[in-house]
């Protein structure tokens, strides 16, 4: 697959900015741009606390100079390997584009404040699909849904607006590396690494693809 974005020049050090916020600055007001169905779409990769991984597809919601953030239910899969193992993995899939954005890092929750925030803004039905499902939990039929949903809109009928579930809130994933993957011809795709050293600072690293 071939795109405007893979072309000879492909990515260079010389064009990287100085700092990995201001590049994927740069490439997601591309994929914005280009433009992708949901280009805050990522995966994310955890680990059990015997070293299972497994991933999910679920939404940045923000980033800053700090990390990434996403929102989640603590007490579902994602959420149970991340107390037990709290580091991550991310990927930027926007394929069309021949570009990856790959993050690893140590994963922290957000304030309670961030947290409460983000929920007041989500429509109405999602507060209430939070507070409904036992995520990732077994469940006999969808009918327990439906009337776990039931059960809950009567309870905040006149509530507004809804609380965040205490079991349900915001994690930032703080980047040691992130990586940003664009395709070239014959396999020789470009590769260029931030990585946080042991001293503080930032460097770049070109990899072999």
Do not use: C
């Not at 007001?29 to 070293?51: I, K, R, S």
């Not at 926007?94 to 922290?108: I, K, Y």
């Not at 469940?139 to 509530?159: G, K, Y």
């Amino acid at each position: 697959m071939r795109s405007e974005y893979a072309e000879e020049k492909g990515l260079s050090s010389a064009d990287l900015a100085a700092d990995w916020t201001a590049q994927f600055d740069r490439w997601f007001a591309d994929a914005v741009a280009y433009p992708l169905p949901e280009p805050n779409a990522m995966v994310l990769g955890t680990a059990d606390a015997d070293g299972r991984p497994s991933g999910r597809i679920v939404l940045l919601k923000g980033y800053d100079p700090d990390g990434f953030v996403f929102f989640t239910n603590h007490t579902s899969r994602k959420g149970r390997q991340l107390q037990a193992n709290p580091y991550a993995s991310l990927v930027f899939p926007w394929f069309p584009m021949q570009r990856q954005v790959n993050v690893t890092g140590r994963v922290v929750p957000v304030d309670r404040a961030e947290t409460e925030a983000y929920f007041a803004s989500r429509p109405r039905g999602s507060q209430l699909g939070a507070w409904a499902s036992p995520q990732s939990q077994v469940i006999p039929d969808r009918a327990t849904l439906e009337e776990n949903q039931r059960a809950v809109a009567e309870r905040f009928a006149d509530v507004d607006p809804i609380p965040a579930p205490p079991h349900w809130g915001g994690l930032r994933v703080l980047p040691d590396t992130v990586e940003f993957w664009q395709g070239r011809a014959s396999r020789l795709h470009d590769r260029l690494r931030y990585r946080r050293t042991d001293e503080g600072p930032w460097v770049v690293e070109r990899l072999a693809p």
